[in-house]
């Protein structure tokens, strides 16, 4: 079964910015998202990108967050500029049914 794991979280002041990453242990061919989790919150999706690079984006990062592929090297990446404090939380990448560990984003205020 393939693996993801997540790099780049930490905490960043508001208005900045991170680039988080995603690796895969083989080649993936379904789309790839990234998904965020709050502290008594339910797991939301932030953004999703198809191999072919067709993407959605949530409706509160639209403008901010960028998700990209790279197919070669089967790692796609969400970069997150304007951070928010209500940004804060686990941020989660998933292909199909795989999740990876979690990465941690915090937005201080």
């Known amino acids: 079964q393939v693996q993801l794991v997540e790099s780049g979280g930490g905490l960043v002041q508001a208005g900045g910015s991170l680039r988080l990453s995603c690796a895969a242990s083989?080649?993936?061919?379904?789309?790839m998202g990234w998904y965020r989790q709050a502290p008594g919150k339910q797991r939301e999706l932030v953004a999703l990108i198809a191999r072919g690079g067709n993407t959605n984006y949530a409706d509160s990062v639209k403008g901010r967050f960028t998700i990209s592929r790279d197919n070669a090297r089967n790692t796609v990446y969400l970069q997150m500029n304007s951070l928010k404090a209500e940004d804060t939380a686990v941020y989660y990448c998933?292909?199909?049914?795989?999740w990876g560990q979690g990465t941690q984003v915090t937005v201080s205020s």
């Open positions: 998933n292909s199909s049914s795989v």
């Open positions: 083989r080649i993936i061919f379904s789309p």
